[in-house]
């Protein structure tokens, strides 16, 4: 690690950010994760990570902290308290976001914690696979200094980072495309029930879809995936979650989602 390279702290060492640690200490940084679970404590000291005991002990001495959580409710949890993430961390600390949720728990922190540290919204597109090859896409909303100083960190395992504006924008762009995705997969999935009624083989639909214009990467996916079925099984669980959170954030904006809404949650795919 060069004398530039800031201390990160990480917070939410599953399935998505293991692997981000991994990529940080590769490129250097002196990463202190917090993990409940002692074998991925162990592996991560064994690729050069530090394992620390508690959240507190994260923000310590880090000048960029990450936390990459499922949802609001265990951001809201680990961030909070005397012994929580933002009691703990410097002022100016840069604490970057990956849960996608809503901007009402961001300023809400924000407010708790007046003198605290500069936050960023980071939501992300893509899997472990893309996090291992440096390739994870992050979009990035914040102050621009923090975004600055986050953006030259995310990098170790993200690119494309598409910065967005101010606090909230990556996550208002990220449940947009969530919306429009689970739109997308309806629209597919009705469209493989036709193909059935023409007796048109679900091989031939996609593979025609692939080169015509009725082709997208939500048809994609569901090719990849071996059909709508084993598609809706696998990915149908955290569709339904981001459908719910766009819905709940449009409700705190009073923003109706119209024809995005009604497709999305009226499909063959149980996505309401």
């Not at 500069?118 to 923090?146: E, R």
């Given at each position: 690690m060069t004398t530039t390279s800031p201390?990160?702290?990480?917070?939410?060492?599953?399935?998505?950010?293991e692997p981000m640690v991994?990529?940080?200490?590769?490129?250097?940084?002196?990463?202190?994760?917090?993990?409940?679970?002692?074998?991925?404590?162990?592996?991560?000291?064994a690729a050069g990570a530090v394992p620390v005991d508690s959240v507190a002990a994260v923000a310590r001495d880090a000048g960029v902290v990450i936390s990459c959580l499922f949802s609001d409710a265990q951001l809201l949890e680990i961030a909070r308290g005397a012994d929580g993430l933002l009691a703990n961390v410097r002022p100016g600390t840069v604490v970057v976001s990956h849960t996608t949720g809503t901007v009402s728990t961001l300023t809400t922190l924000l407010a708790e914690y007046?003198?605290?540290?500069?936050?960023?919204?980071?939501?992300?597109?893509?899997?472990?696979?893309?996090?291992?090859?440096?390739?994870?896409?992050?979009?990035?909303?914040?102050?621009?200094?923090?975004?600055?100083?986050?953006?030259a960190v995310l990098g170790a395992?993200?690119?494309?980072?598409?910065?967005?504006?101010?606090?909230?924008?990556?996550?208002?762009?990220?449940?947009?495309?969530?919306?429009?995705?689970?739109?997308?997969?309806?629209?597919?999935?009705?469209?493989?029930?036709?193909?059935?009624?023409?007796?048109?083989?679900?091989?031939?639909?996609?593979?025609?879809?692939?080169?015509?214009?009725?082709?997208?990467?939500?048809?994609?996916?569901?090719?990849?995936?071996?059909?709508v079925a084993s598609f809706g099984k696998v990915v149908a669980p955290f569709m339904r979650k981001d459908v719910a959170a766009c819905i709940e954030a449009a409700a705190d904006r009073g923003v109706d989602l119209g024809q995005l809404r009604t497709v999305a949650e009226n499909g063959p795919l149980d996505l309401s």
């Open positions: 201390v990160v702290g990480f917070v939410g060492a599953g399935q998505m950010g991994l990529r940080l200490a590769d490129a250097g940084y002196r990463v202190q994760v917090y993990a409940r679970r002692p074998e991925v404590r162990e592996r991560l000291a007046p003198d605290g540290p500069l936050l960023v919204d980071a939501p992300v597109s893509g899997g472990a696979h893309d996090i291992a090859a440096g390739k994870l896409t992050v979009l990035l909303g914040g102050p621009d200094d923090a975004v600055a100083r986050a953006k395992y993200a690119d494309p980072i598409i910065t967005t504006g101010e606090l909230g924008t990556a996550l208002n762009l990220k449940l947009i495309n969530n919306v429009l995705f689970a739109a997308n997969a309806q629209l597919v999935a009705a469209a493989v029930e036709l193909a059935k009624n023409l007796d048109v083989p679900e091989a031939s639909l996609f593979e025609a879809l692939g080169q015509c214009s009725g082709g997208s990467k939500a048809a994609g996916y569901v090719q990849s995936a071996g059909g």
